[in-house]
């Protein structure tokens, strides 16, 4: 595992990048989904940092959903309170905010159908090692125990995926 230097600088690039986004005032939440890491890994590197939490005041630059704060984007309510116009937008669409979620690690999912799992595999990287298991025409019980849980889970993801086809 790599270890910062200092606080300023760094041996892993990704950890510069992240202090770049903090410094330029962007929120935990927005951070992650740009760099695709956790939102507790931002909160560490703000935390080593020293900066204090994200919260919108007007001298933000982003909202707390990682909109920046532009002409098009910025607005004042009757109180003077500063708002995200698509912040709104999306709520008067009745949609819920979405992002691009991070890729699931293709190692990790050969090692798994390999039956050498890691430590931790995500949902999805589950779902996937699953499925490719059982395209195999392994029973649920042996996908379980190579991917490394119950065959009710296979059984789940399983119908799942057929109820999305």
């Known amino acids: 595992m790599t270890t910062s230097t200092s606080k300023e600088g760094s041996v892993h690039p990704r950890h510069d990048e992240i202090r770049k986004l903090l410094k330029d005032g962007q929120s935990d939440l ?30 933000s630059t982003h909202c707390r959903h990682g909109h920046p704060f532009n002409a098009d984007n910025e607005a004042f309510n009757a109180n003077g309170h500063r708002y995200c116009r698509a912040c709104v937008r999306q709520r008067q669409h009745g949609r819920k905010r979405t992002w691009a979620p991070v890729a699931p690690d293709e190692i990790a999912i050969e090692r798994a159908t390999a039956g050498d799992p890691p430590e931790r ?3 999805r990287e589950r779902a996937q090692a699953v499925l490719a298991l059982r395209a195999r025409q392994l029973s649920a ?14 059984w789940r993801i399983q119908a799942r995926q057929q109820a999305a086809a």
């Open 141 to 154: 019980q042996q996908a379980a125990e190579r991917v490394g849980c119950t065959p009710r889970t296979v």
């Open 121 to 123: 595999l995500t949902p």
């Open 30 to 59: 927005a951070i992650s989904r740009t760099l695709g890491i956790s939102r507790k890994t931002a909160a560490l590197h703000r935390r080593q940092l020293g900066i204090p939490p994200h919260y919108t005041n007007a001298d």
